[in-house]
T-cell receptor
Framework: GQNIDQPTEMTATEGAIVQINCTYQ??????LFWYQQHAGEAPTFLSY????GLEEKGRFSSFLSRSKGYSYLLLKELQMKDSASYLC????????????FGSGTRLQVQP | DTGVSQNPRHKITKRGQNVTFRCDPI?????LYWYRQTLGQGPEFLTY????????KSRLLSDRFSAERPKGSFSTLEIQRTEQGDSAMYLC??????????????FGDGTRLSIL
């Protein structure tokens, strides 16, 4: 089966750093995606990891450890507009294209 | 690049009625996906097309659901004899066929279905 776990909610302060964790147990693994979703809007792509290590893209970074079934999304210099849900999604196996999503982490950035 | 377009944005209908949604993917994308999302949950995969071929279907896609992509461009998702449990946001996504960087799926704004 497929199981992806993320914290339901997090709160952080503007200008701070926040780390959103994701653990997964899937039958096969062919990459992990992070998406941002503002309320009532489409999910938008943030990052992709398929090999172990850190991928950095501006204020956002994503880390993957395949042996631990673990990823995190790191958001630096938080801004109010970063208040959104952050979705972790896994492509379970080579040849399959369907994404399996976690329930998402709702991040609230406070002044 | 106009992004993924979905119509209608909202649909309210009575239980038992049939509904059809349309998705226009990003023009150069060969792959098209349908997902369903309920409040507080992540999207759940329904089905996937590569060009006009439907290559994957979820067990969530009951006999009342059917999807088509007749010319490998736009797609339609039809739900027959709607039930209360069908109320959700229906999201369409598309991606390119190339290699590398996971070919991320780009989502439309969705069609919100409400069953009365």
């Amino acid at each position: 089966g497929q199981n992806i776990d993320q914290p339901t909610e997090m709160t952080a302060t503007e200008g701070a750093i926040v780390q959103i964790n994701c653990t997964y147990q899937t039958s096969g693994f062919n990459g992990l995606f992070w998406y941002q979703q503002h309320a009532g809007e489409a999910p938008t792509f943030l990052s992709y990891n398929v090999l172990d290590g850190l991928e950095e893209k501006g204020r956002f970074s994503s880390f993957l450890s395949r042996s631990k079934g673990y990823s995190y999304l790191l958001l630096k210099e938080l801004q109010m507009k970063d208040s959104a849900s952050y979705l972790c999604a896994v492509t379970p196996s080579t040849g399959r294209r369907a994404l399996t999503f976690g329930s998402g982490t709702r991040l609230q950035v406070q002044p | 690049d106009t992004g993924v377009s979905q119509n209608p944005r909202h649909k309210i209908t009575k239980r038992g009625q049939n509904v059809t949604f349309r998705c226009d993917p990003i023009s150069e994308h060969n792959r098209l996906y349908w997902y369903r999302q309920t409040l507080g949950q992540g999207p759940e995969f329904l089905t996937y097309f590569q060009n006009e071929a439907q290559l994957e279907k979820s067990r969530l896609l009951s006999d009342r659901f059917s999807a088509e992509r007749p010319k490998g461009s736009f797609s339609t998702l039809e739900i027959q004899r709607t039930e209360q449990g069908d109320s959700a946001m229906y999201l369409c996504a598309s991606s390119s066929l190339g290699q590398g960087k996971g070919q991320p799926q780009h989502f439309g704004d969705g069609t919100r279905l409400s069953i009365l």
